[in-house]
């Protein structure tokens, strides 16, 4: 995983908790066969695929509204 893409994913999700545990459902999803959302090179792991994409505005968080 690359510090600069975490850098710049932390500007956009600001809390690191959230951060983490999107990046580590997404790279579940990834590992699991899911395709990425953007272009890939080989040398990319599924952590800097998913901080990538959440750069990229790709992924993003959705609030959840209480029922």
Request: hydrophobic residues 45%.
């Amino acid at each position: 995983m690359k510090s600069e893409l975490v850098e710049k994913a932390s500007e956009i999700v600001t809390d690191p908790l959230v951060l983490v545990n999107l990046v580590s459902q997404r790279v579940r999803q990834l590992n699991s066969g899911r395709s990425p959302l953007i272009p890939t090179r080989p040398s990319m792991g599924a952590a800097d695929i998913a901080l990538t994409e959440i750069i990229e505005g790709k992924i993003r968080l959705v609030p959840q509204v209480p029922l």
